[in-house]
């Protein structure tokens, strides 16, 4: 069977284990049917996320000029505390950013590798923590905008991560740490201006499973602009990563904006 299409991250459902898609144009693949099979990717081109032109991709899916000018990669995106559209302030477009900003937001701890702090939109969860590679999260507030979250998740980071170790992530190395007993350990760390939104007896935490049939020992990233063509038997789907037999892996995610195809 032969797919071909633009990469865009992976499509997921939380079950037991995870769910994983490729979703393209005209076709799906369902990857967990895939394990233990062999699959061959191969680079075809660029096409831009946003405007769908065949250029170069530069970050997160865009060309250079989009991802300089898109709204929708604006610099509040990898830093929330620069959220500014409760303040009526434009940064690219008022408008959508008035859509995402002012939504409810939680603060999260996460157990990927080290327990990691991070941000996202309440619509996001659980998504968010399978394509962090997570296996346990939980929720510290949920706040009603994007900035509140990030000033939240700037008085953490000094205490905990802000950034997963992909590489023992992908080895399923973790700290054995109970999350729920984490969360009320850290109160008197929340900007005032949040306290209020502290969840203090709420036991939500998220336990995610993967299928991994065979965690990789080491691990090889594969670039398609550097290895156009791979082949190898699939081993397991963690995060946005497929991990092959041989030890390659490959992020989905960075890829966004590749056209490829994939023999199965």
Known sequence: MTYEGVLTKMQTEFSNPIEYYLVFENSFLNLNQLLNKNLEIQFQ???CLNCGKKKKIFRQGFCYDCFMSSASAGDWIMKPELSTAHLEIEDRDLDYEKRVQLQPHIVYLALSSEVKVGVTRITQVPTRWIDQGAVEAIAIVEVPNRYLAGITEVALKSHYADKTNWQKMLKNEFENVDLIAERLKLEHLIPNEVKEYFYTTKEDLYQMHFPVLE???KVSSLNLDKSPNFSGKLKGIKGQYLLFEDGTVFNVR???????????
């Open 45 to 47: 081109g660029y096409q």
């Open 215 to 217: 965690y990789p020992k």
């Open 254 to 264: 960075t890829f966004e904006g590749y056209v490829v195809k994939i023999e199965v």
